[in-house]
């Protein structure tokens, strides 16, 4: 049923709670875990209106390509203290995290999305909208949602 479980994790603890109980899954399911981080670098069209040298936005990149690997890092070390001996992948990806986590869960064949949540509710959400709402508002495949 969910042999391939897409965990996207961001270092929060809702993300840990959520790779928690997909290993768990997966285990049960003789499954296999795709972990993955997104990071959402910084560009031009994205600062048009912040005057920034080019030396400052490739620093901050490489920042944020350094935060990513070890968010993975220590996802592996999750997984091993979960008790998980499947097969897992650990991947980082560039871009807009719901677009991006829909686009692998899409080009890896996953059968499942287990994410954390972030707790928005209500006026909050409606507004800013978070991940974890448009991954399960647009995903084709079972998205499970931690708390």
Do not use: C
């Not at 069209?45 to 920042?63: C, E, F, G, W």
Request: charged content about 20%; cysteine-free.
């Amino acid at each position: 049923m969910f042999k391939k479980i897409l965990v996207p994790v961001d270092g929060s603890e809702s993300a840990w709670r959520a790779l928690e109980q997909a290993a768990i899954l997966a285990g049960k399911f003789e499954g296999e875990l795709l972990v993955m981080t997104v990071i959402q670098p910084y560009n031009n069209a994205a600062l048009l209106a912040v005057p920034l040298d080019h030396n400052i936005i490739s620093k901050s990149n490489a920042d944020l390509e350094e935060v990513g690997k070890n968010v993975l890092a220590l996802a592996e070390e999750k997984v091993k203290e979960a008790g998980f001996a499947g097969k897992a992948s650990y991947e980082i990806e560039l871009g807009h995290p719901s677009e991006r986590i829909l686009a692998i869960a899409k080009a890896k064949q996953a059968d499942a999305i287990v994410l954390g949540s972030r707790g928005l509710s209500g006026i909050a959400e409606f507004f800013l909208g978070s991940v974890s709402s448009k991954i399960s508002q647009y995903s084709n495949i079972p998205v499970l949602i931690v708390k």
